[in-house]
């Protein structure tokens, strides 16, 4: 990612955390509700009590908390770039292991997890084509012993200009080039999709 388009992101959720305090809309979830519908198909690859994960673009932890809302576990490792949202982060989540920089800036050993996840963190528009996409998604394969599982805005449906958008086909053949077993989920939002990578 590009110094400034970093910055931008940075500075915008600066600006929205003080807007709105510790809530979705300070990650540009419309809804609660439409945030966790996603933690729950992220979760559905096989995420069990005790796992360790890696959440990319971890903002507050809200993965944690839904997870371990009915009393499950997580080894949890988060990242973000964003120096705001880790703290508030480091605040709710004083057990957790919370970095912040882009997953590259971090030296992590080969299958050092067992899942990583990623949730609305390649939605920001950097006209690259999705190039930035795919080099995070094959790092974040590399870091995962039992798979791994994001998502993206839908190209097929959402005409936003300023956000990224990807045609899921087209991604589902990237990772294909990566794992042979790729499973492609668009049927639970209209604008979102998921893929799943297992081991």
Known sequence: MKKEQRKRIIDKHRDSLTRHGHHPNALYWSSREIQEIRFRVLAEIGIKSGDSVLDVGCG??????WFEADGKTLGFTGVDISPDLIGEAERLHPDA???CGELSDFDFEPAAFDWVILSGAMNEQLFDDGAYARRQIALMYDLCRKGTAFNMLDARH???HDLQRTDPHRMLEFCNTLCVDCQLHDDYL???FTIYMPR
């Open 158 to 160: 959402l005409k936003a």
């Open 190 to 192: 209209k604008n979102d």
């Open 60 to 65: 507050f932890g809200d993965f944690k908390s």
């Open 97 to 99: 292991t919370l970095l």
